[in-house]
């Protein structure tokens, strides 16, 4: 029996039935918490990646070299479904469909294309603007036939137009880029819950809801998400939060000469998150090994 691939471990995930919900990571080490924490899969968040990599904002300053490095670590480090942000697919439609095969090679278990101008920017931010229908269309086309002609990915296909040309609009493309044989849809922004259902009613297949803290959608519980009938739901942002939050007040404590101690981890705790035990044992056995051919 061969090897179950990240795609196809996503597929089964979705015909579970049940909401997804995924904590979006922005490296290596954010990945292995949230599988550690036993959500079952993850999402690479260009805005987090662009911010703990570049330490700039997701305005379309990551390149694609930049992005699928980071999506192949992240890959490499876990074992569950990582869905990974493949922005614009950065140019045309033979961009995109190398942008779908990159990730596809990266171990990434879907890749999101969006309709937005480059350079894009974060969906919860002002100065979005979106492409036309024909070239929003070839985007999504390209990136299915990628996968339909070899590369072994999701596509997850996301639309910006609720806040440029309305809920109307959006939900057309949506409709549309379910017509193409999109995996995932994904109407971003929707500014109310009523907005939420309507997508959900009205966009074939299966959708991605995005609850961003201070965003423009409303922040709903899971139970309720599920309910609206998204499969699954991404937090964008959550972990990067607290993590600043977090070095911001251990930094706060040492600039005033005292040694930070709420929230720290024994040493012990975080050898073993990064690690170390695992290495030592593989250590040792490799060290017993060798130390026995010596003596024949």
């Given at each position: 029996?061969?090897?179950?691939s ?10 579970g ?7 979006c ?20 968040s260009?805005f987090?990646v662009?911010?703990?990599?570049l330490g ?9 070299g ?14 569950i479904?990582v869905l990974?942000d ?12 190398r942008t779908?095969d ?7 278990a ?10 894009k920017?974060?969906?919860h931010t002002?100065?979005?603007?979106v492409v ?9 086309r390209?990136a299915v036939?990628a996968r ?8 997850l296909a996301?639309t910006?137009a609720r806040?440029?040309?309305?809920l109307a609009?959006?939900?057309w493309?949506?409709q549309a880029f379910a017509?193409?044989?999109?995996d995932?849809?994904f109407v971003e922004a929707?500014e109310?819950e009523?907005?939420?259902?309507e ?7 299966r ?11 409303p ?5 309720r998400i599920e ?7 991404a937090y964008?942002?959550?972990?990067l939060?607290?993590?600043i939050?977090a070095?911001?007040a251990?930094l706060?404590?040492?600039a005033a000469?005292r040694?930070?101690t709420?929230?720290l981890l ?12 695992d290495?030592?044992?593989?250590a ?10 010596k003596?024949?």
């Open positions: 029996m061969g090897t179950i990240p795609a196809q471990r996503l597929r089964r995930a979705l015909d039935g049940k909401l997804l919900v995924m904590p990571c922005f490296d290596a080490l954010s990945a292995r918490l949230i599988e550690a924490a036993g959500f079952p899969v993850t999402f690479m260009g987090a662009s911010a703990a990599r700039l904002p997701d305005t379309g300053l990551m390149s694609y930049e992005m699928v490095a980071q999506a192949r670590d992240i890959c490499a480090a876990v074992s479904p990974a493949g922005d614009t697919g950065y140019g045309n439609a033979m961009n995109v469909r779908v990159g990730y596809a090679r990266a171990g990434c879907a890749v999101m294309i969006e309709d937005q101008v480059a350079p920017r974060c969906g002002r100065g979005k603007a036309d229908r024909g070239e929003a269309l070839a985007r999504v390209a036939e339909d002609e070899g590369a072994d990915i999701l596509i996301r910006d806040a440029t040309h309305g609009e959006a939900i493309r949506g017509d193409l044989g999109a995932i849809l929707p109310s009523a907005e939420m259902a997508i959900c009613r009205c966009v074939p297949g959708q991605l809801a995005n609850m961003l803290e201070g965003g423009i959608t922040l709903l519980d899971p139970a309910a609206l009938g998204f499969a699954l739901v964008p942002l959550t972990l939060n607290v993590a939050a070095m911001q251990a706060a404590s040492m000469g040694h930070p709420n929230g024994p040493f012990a705790e975080i050898r073993r998150i990064v690690g170390f035990d290495y030592e044992r593989l040792a056995r490799y060290s017993t090994h060798s130390a026995h051919a003596n024949e």
